[in-house]
């Protein structure tokens, strides 16, 4: 492309359900990160 791209997203989460997870983000980051690099490092702080 060679003009620059001016494209935004915007998202808002109107009742919560995407901010406020129960800590589920963290776990599959966690998760991820385990099965991935074989330790979660720092994550766990």
């Known amino acids: 492309?060679?003009?620059k791209?001016?494209?935004r997203l915007?998202?808002?989460d109107i009742d919560?359900?995407?901010l406020n997870?129960?800590?589920a983000g963290?776990?599959?980051m966690k998760?991820?990160?385990r099965e991935v690099y074989g330790t979660c490092g720092s994550a766990d702080r």
Request: glycine residues 14%; without cysteine.
């Open 26 to 28: 963290r776990r599959a």
């Open 31 to 33: 998760e991820t990160l």
């Open 21 to 23: 997870t129960g800590g």
């Open 16 to 18: 919560g359900t995407l």
């Open 1 to 3: 492309m060679s003009q």
């Open 10 to 12: 915007v998202l808002f």
């Open 5 to 7: 791209d001016n494209t």
